[in-house]
T-cell receptor
Framework: KNEVEQSPQNLTAQEGEFITINCSYS?????LHWLQQHPGGGIVSLFM???GKKKHGRLIATINIQEKHSSLHITASHPRDSAVYIC??????????????FGTGTSLTVIP | SQTIHQWPATLVQPVGSPLSLECTVE??????LYWYRQAAGRGLQLLFY??????ISSEVPQNLSASRPQDRQFILSSKKLLLSDSGFYLC??????????FGPGTRLTVT
């Protein structure tokens, strides 16, 4: 069983809809990372969380350390949000390499 | 500002041929460097990481190897490619903090 599970695996939404992507993990972590992978393959960092909530534009990320769960929300979704969203966790104790462990991603398609 | 380069962007190689993928980072010194592979339909898998020149740690056994000949250069190699080596290879760097920055990736197809 993967230590990081994401749901749903695939998601199709109409433009303007509110979207939620979930990430659950089964290990102790020191940080959680939400990444966005574009169709060409390039990956960009969206958020790094260790507690609470962060907001950037239409994106909101929350984490509940006790429940080992994080959510990524997209408000007023747009076709340009179509991408694969990946959750990654940094396990504790973090060794010198700071390796992340990744979920398999959620493929989001926003239809105009 | 820091940038990370990978080349080539795409590569088609026959089974049994050698492989060399290169990653370089600009604008920072002594970064932690990482090689990941993303196989079709699967999540990112850490292959190697390096915390300094000549220091390589391997996460999974395989026919791949990595080297760090210079501070900001990370090379992924194979002497003989397998079909199962096909995938999308990503290099990333960090400064020891939690955030990692990814390169554009190399799409490798082994035929």
């Amino acid at each position: 069983k993967n230590e990081v599970e994401q749901s749903p695996q695939n998601l199709t939404a109409q433009e303007g809809e509110f979207i939620t992507i979930n990430c659950s993990y089964s290990v102790g972590i020191s940080a959680l990372h939400w990444l966005q992978q574009h169709p060409g393959g390039g990956i960009v960092s969206l958020f790094m969380l260790s507690s609470g909530k962060k907001k950037h534009g239409r994106l909101i990320a929350t984490i509940n350390i006790q429940e080992k769960h994080s959510s990524l929300h997209i408000t007023a979704s747009h076709p340009r949000d179509s991408a694969v969203y990946i959750c990654a966790v940094l396990k504790v104790p973090a060794n010198t390499g700071n390796q992340f462990y990744f979920g398999t991603g959620t493929s989001l398609t926003v239809i105009p | 500002s820091q940038t990370i380069h990978q080349w080539p962007a795409t590569l088609v190689q026959p089974v049994g041929s050698p492989l060399s993928l290169e990653c370089t980072v600009e604008g920072t010194s002594n970064p932690n460097l990482y090689w990941y592979r993303q196989a079709a339909g699967r999540g990112l898998q850490l292959l190697f990481y390096s915390v300094g020149i000549g220091q390589i740690s391997s996460e999974v056994p395989q026919n791949l190897s990595a080297s760090r000949p210079q501070d900001r250069q990370f090379i992924l190699s194979s002497k003989k490619l397998l079909l199962s080596d096909s995938g999308f290879y990503l290099c990333a760097w960090s400064r020891g903090g939690y955030e990692q920055y990814f390169g554009p990736g190399t799409r490798l197809t082994v035929t």
